[in-house]
């Protein structure tokens, strides 16, 4: 997607937003890619290790090729990840391959246990623009007690050599972040002495993030008053801009579905354009605009849409999208260290 068009796009979807408009004029910008619902590892807040999900599997690569073929030149960026543990996928770095060659910015998420130095090479060659690795925990008691299944020091160290691999090789992406859930609520002297080797290894962005439900998955202290209470609804904003795809094709509005219980479209035998102004989409959105949220699984337990807003729109990670959108991985260390 070409810059003075993904800027034409985010001022309509704005707009659309706001007015909640049932048939947007554009397509989605963002895009959830699931290689696979498999992890290697049980984390005690994942709704992945739950016993709720039935059936895993992997993508195939034609159903991916099918997909970028349909969204080339109007999906901005694509996250190749959603419930599973990504890397599992023997084909992740051709898909990167695919997406960039078709003009899409690709982001993955892991849990980076299975990071050795082959996969790390041929993500970072594969042309990967964003990687953000999840890690529970700033030392190995509280994390192995997290992140169940995973070695502490072990996932440390192929981190820490994936970026001496980017450092030393003068890569300028991936875009790296490392990412906490403030589980532990580590002093900040142990958090920076903790930081301090990843970010002279070259890590962009350090990150504490407080932990969220889950759409209902998981219990968060304190946000029980929100839930459910009108005074702070704000319509959700992924039926206006995303879509999530998971392996087997189907298709969900939100990447907080994990359960796939919104269904809004298969890939297997409908369009883009199909899904993105079906019935079920639409409807979806005439829900959120009547602030008609009773009833919807997952929506009406999902502390997602109770959050402070600005403008109308959900103020949750706003600056990091827009500057994303605006700006650019390659350019955001400036801006989101200011």
């Known amino acids: 997607m070409k810059k003075l068009d993904q800027y034409k796009t985010l001022m309509k979807m704005y707009r659309a937003y706001r007015k909640g408009v049932l048939h947007p004029s554009y397509p989605p910008i963002r895009l959830w ?16 290790s739950s016993d709720k999900i039935k059936k895993r599997g992997f993508m195939e690569m034609s159903l991916f090729e099918k997909i970028i073929d349909q969204v080339r030149g109007v999906v901005y960026d694509a996250n190749l990840h959603h419930t ?27 849990n980076a246990t299975l990071l050795n130095e082959e996969r790390a090479r041929t993500l970072i060659e594969a042309g990967l623009d964003l990687i953000s690795f999840s890690f529970d925990g700033y030392d190995a008691e509280t994390y192995e007690s997290i992140r169940r299944g995973a070695d502490f020091e072990k996932t440390l160290a192929n981190i820490k050599h994936f970026l001496e691999i980017k450092q030393k090789g003068r890569y300028e992406t ?21 930081k301090a080797p990843l970010v002279a290894l070259g890590l962009n962005r350090f990150i504490v993030k407080e932990p969220h439900n889950w759409s209902g998955e998981f219990e968060v202290e304190g946000e029980e008053s929100m839930i459910g209470n009108p005074d702070y609804f704000v319509p959700c904003t992924f039926p206006w801009y995303a879509l999530v795809i998971f392996y087997d094709g189907t298709v969900y509005p939100c990447p907080q579905d994990f359960f796939g219980k919104l269904r809004v479209g298969d890939f297997n035998s409908q369009t883009l354009d199909e899904v993105w102004h079906g019935e079920p989409l639409v409807d979806l959105r ?30 949750s990670n706003l600056k990091t999208y827009l500057s994303e ?14």
Do not use: W
Request: charged content about 25%; glycine content about 6%; proline content about 6%.
């Open 33 to 48: 890619i699931e290689p696979t619902n498999r992890c290697n590892l049980r984390c005690v807040m994942c709704p992945n």
């Open 325 to 338: 959108n605006f700006i650019g991985y390659g350019k955001l260390k400036r801006l989101l260290e200011r």
């Open 84 to 110: 599973g543990e990504s890397l599992l996928h023997p084909e992740l770095p051709r898909m990167v391959r695919l997406a960039k060659e078709a003009g899409i910015y690709t982001r993955l998420h892991t």
């Open 174 to 194: 991936p875009y790296t972040i490392f990412e906490v859930i403030n589980f532990s609520q580590g002093t900040k002297e142990q958090i920076d002495a903790f």
């Open 286 to 315: 005439r829900r959120m605009k009547e602030r008609n949220y009773h009833g919807l699984d997952p929506c009406q337990q999902c502390d997602m849409i109770f959050r402070e807003a600005f403008l109308g729109v959900p103020t």
